[in-house]
């Protein structure tokens, strides 16, 4: 008969089905949020060149920016420039007048030199009328008074230097004036026809200095003429600053163009460079498309997305449920990867909405990210389906075509693929390289064929975006380099680097098993190549076993000389100990191990193999030698649950292969003569011992993986115990036997 399907019933009284339904709702209820945020905020930015039109779905009355943007443009450009006075040369000037009163101290015009007295143009009546200014200097006006008002009339020229001349003087320049900050009258006007170029113009310079030097008697005013045109420089220099403040105010305040734009209007033409005024028009297109719909409408809206969203979150808890269960019957997991694919999502709709322009950045860097982080905590199935299922909502969110969910896909799978094990440190940065670069050729391919080709720069736009792709891939390597350590304590996992440095002879703890019992360290370099050995025959892990196999014994560090290994030709110290004192003793080591475990910080899957090498197993030397001892004292014989190890059972198959290799090596060692045949046949009786003693309950290993083992383990110890050649004259070496050391119970010699 067919196996009948279990109910409705089954489903709803198993734990993990009630985690994976919380999970669903949180997921779908914040997923939804984030992807609704995402759809009221246009994917576009300033300067971004749009690939498609956008076009208005209702109509609605909002700016146009072009003519907005042409008229405030008109308006900046039409403002007058603004100039600040050269105070340094207006100085000079003012100087050089002042100090011709100094030539009235002069008896005759024949003590001034011929050169002087033609650059300064001076004459015999001049120098008269100088020198009656420095007889009566309180003649009214005064002198400074006249130079003063000189200077203030002087320095209303707009006299400028070559380059702003020029570009003042330039026909197509909109702004038909000038203003100058004078020293005295503060802000005048200056029109075109007003400029001076102080270097090319210095005849109109000259005639517009003699027209303000007729406040001067006639006798000075060339000489006055001569003193200010001696080395002419431009009376005012642009001030940048001011001129751009008022330019953009006037921009600013200039008030926009407005249009009613009809459903299938153009409101951003392709291959346009989107404005901060299309992206107003965009939002206010958005406003009137909401008022349009409704609140009902909004709220199907809102609603067909979140539908979508659960659905794709019920498929994905599904999954997990289906294929990995341990993550929904352990919470702690649960909320971590809940918690990663959130904030991978977040992560791309927040970057996409602050840099559009990078969207091939923004979105797929997350989503490479999770990928080589659930391979590394998990397995590749597991990503790679998780990895998928994270795209699709990622796609959802910003409503990406699936030329796009393409480029994320192919990098994702070889990202995945090539994550074997991460055994060094370059690993991680070769799978980021390899990655980028498919995804570096997929964006070539999607580009050439659905980009449009016709805009300008989009040829040269699909290879920067294949550029940033690869650059993605390279650097989501880098950040999982240096992020190792935390994921491996988020999600429990210790990878082959940590492993291959844990597995250095220099470690502390290894160090000090090899100095304080040198025994146990040897027995424990035996079971380090016999677990990795049966690990690989079956496909699991062999360098977690070998690794966990260097430090399960790690708690006899300290009573070394309670076990067989360590005591060498001494006494065994547990002669003179009852059988629950030794009892004690021996099950301690497992305590002692995992305290020093947790004090030099081992990560949790080498602490299982400390707390499971002997599981639930009882300690039968020491049982047999209680119940001896009670029954010649005439008491109830004691119970086999208080000569058992606390346990727990191995929870892995690494963990119960070591169990299995820890039996068998410590009860190899008592063999008298370890053939071929003893071997296989002691190591097929341990292995089927664990197994009806219930010690592989709780791990996935099956009945064709123990063969394995035991074929592993029979063709490890033969090598190792192999017949050895006599040579002549000499005796053949007998194995010492182990009787007299210690007890033959594999606990007490391991």
């Known amino acids: 008969m067919p196996r009948a399907t279990p109910g409705w019933s089954h489903w ?7 985690w994976a339904a919380l999970f669903t709702l949180v997921f779908s209820v914040v997923s939804s949020l984030v992807a609704i945020t995402a759809k009221q905020r246009p994917m576009l930015q300033v300067g971004q060149v ?4 956008v076009v208005a779905r209702v109509e609605f009355r909002a700016i146009d920016p072009e003519k907005t943007f042409k008229k405030k443009t008109d308006a900046r450009d039409r403002e007058p420039a603004y100039y600040t006075p050269n105070e340094q040369y207006l100085a000079e ?69 070559d380059e702003q001349a020029k570009i003042e003087a330039d026909p197509q320049q909109r702004a038909a004036k000038i203003v100058i900050n004078h020293p005295t009258l503060g802000l005048k006007d200056r029109y075109d026809n007003d400029l001076i170029n ?23 005013r060339q000489t006055v003429v001569a003193v200010v045109m001696q080395n002419p420089r431009p009376i005012y220099r642009l001030d940048t600053e001011e001129t751009q403040r008022v330019r953009l105010q006037r921009f600013e305040e200039e008030k926009p163009v407005e249009m009613i734009y009809r459903p299938g209007s153009v409101v951003v033409k392709a291959g346009d460079k989107v404005q901060s005024l299309d992206l107003l028009v965009l939002e206010q297109e958005q406003q009137a498309y909401l008022s349009q719909i ?42 971590a990867i809940l918690t990663l694919l959130l904030a991978c999502q977040a992560m791309a709709v927040l970057g996409t909405g602050l840099a559009p322009k990078f969207v091939f950045v923004t979105a797929v860097f997350p989503i490479l990210l999770t990928g080589i982080i659930l391979t590394i905590a998990y397995n590749q199935r597991f990503a790679l389906g998780i990895g998928a299922v994270l795209s699709l909502v990622v796609l959802v969110s910003l409503n990406r075509s699936l030329g796009f969910g393409v480029v994320i896909l192919t990098g994702l799978c070889v990202a995945v693929a090539l994550l074997h094990d991460v055994r060094n440190r370059s690993t991680l940065v070769k799978v980021g390289l390899w990655s980028g670069v498919s995804m570096g050729a997929a964006m070539l391919l999607q580009g050439m064929a659905l980009r449009p080709l016709h805009l300008p720069d989009e040829v040269s736009r699909i290879g920067i975006d294949a550029f940033l792709v690869l650059g993605t891939g390279f650097v989501a390597g880098l950040v999982v380099q240096g992020v190792l350590p935390w994921i491996e304590t988020l999600f429990n996992v210790t990878t082959s680097m940590t492993l291959r440095e844990l597995n250095d002879a220099s470690h502390p703890l290894l160090r000090r098993l090899a100095q304080e019992a040198p025994g146990t360290y040897q027995h424990s370099l035996r079971m380090a190549d016999m677990s990795e050995a049966a690990a690989d025959s079956i496909g699991a892990n062999g360098l977690l076993c070998k690794v966990g196999a260097m430090y399960h014994d790690m708690g006899k560090v300290n009573k070394p000389m309670y076990f067989v290994e360590n005591q060498g030709d001494g006494p065994n110290r547990h002669n003179k100990l009852s059988p629950a004192m030794s009892l004690l003793i021996i099950v301690g080591h497992v305590k002692d191990g995992m305290e020093m475990a947790r004090e030099y910080g081992l990560p949790r899957p080498l602490r299982h193999f400390i707390e499971s090498h002997h599981g639930t197993t009882l300690v039968e030397y020491f049982y047999h030698a209680a119940k001896q001892r009670r029954e010649a004292e005439d008491k109830p014989a004691p119970t086999e649950f ?31 003569e370890p053939t071929s045949t003893r071997i296989e046949q002691l190591v097929h009786a341990i292995a089927n011992k664990r197994l009806m003693d219930g010690q592989f309950d709780e791990c996935s290993i099956t009945l064709q993986d123990l063969h394995k083992i035991e074929q592993s383990l029979v063709k490890t110890l033969c090598a190792t115990y192999h017949s050895r050649i006599k040579y002549p004259g000499g005796k053949q070496e007998q194995p010492t036997p182990t009787e007299d050391a210690a007890p033959q119970d594999n606990a007490a010699a391991s």
């Open 294 to 335: 409704g609140p009902w409408g909004r709220w199907m809206t809102m609603g067909g997305l979140a539908g979508l969203i659960t659905l794709i979150g019920t498929g994905l808890w599904g999954y997990i449920l289906a294929y990995n269960p341990r993550v929904v019957t352990n919470p702690m997991r649960g909320v």
């Open 50 to 53: 749009a690939k498609y039109p």
């Open 642 to 672: 208080e000569f058992r190890y606390p346990g727990p059972k191995p929870q892995t198959k690494e963990a119960a292969i070591l169990m299995l290799c820890d039996g068998v090596e410590s009860a190899a060692r008592t063999l008298d």
């Open 198 to 220: 102080a270097h090319t113009d210095q005849k109109a310079l000259a005639k517009r200095v003699t027209a303000l030097a007729n406040r001067f008697t006639s006798d000075l």
């Open 12 to 18: 709803v009284h198993r734990r993990e089905v009630w």
């Open 93 to 161: 000037v003012q100087e050089r007048l002042l100090g011709l009163v100094q030539l009235g101290n002069k008896e005759s015009i024949d003590q001034i030199s011929e050169s002087e007295r033609q650059t300064l143009q001076i004459t015999p009546r001049g120098l008269d009328t100088l020198r009656l200014y420095v007889t009566n200097p309180q003649q009214t006006p005064t002198w400074e008074q006249l130079v003063g008002q000189f200077m203030e009339d002087f320095a209303g020229i707009a006299a400028l230097d």
